[in-house]
């Protein structure tokens, strides 16, 4: 049975980028959609992802998760 990877996440104040590396296989390309870079593996499979202006996406989430009227926990 193999492991599951913990996501990590890290956060560079200087540029307001949050970074979620989901795998630690190794990339092979990156889109950006909008404010997001993504990271693939040679199997089209994200491994890494950046948000850039992450202050504002963390806003809209927020505001997003309260207008839900559903309790979150994470």
């Known amino acids: 049975m193999r492991k599951k990877t913990k996501p990590k996440i890290s956060y560079e104040p200087e540029a307001d980028i949050l970074r979620l590396e989901i795998s630690k296989k190794p990339i092979?390309?990156?889109?950006?959609?909008?404010?997001?870079i993504v990271h693939f593996?040679?199997?089209n499979i994200p491994v890494y992802l950046e948000f850039l202006e992450a202050s504002r996406f963390v806003k809209d989430i927020s505001d997003i998760l309260k207008s839900t009227k559903r309790t979150y926990s994470f």
């Open 41 to 43: 593996n040679h199997e």
């Open 28 to 36: 092979d390309y990156a889109t950006e959609v909008g404010n997001v």
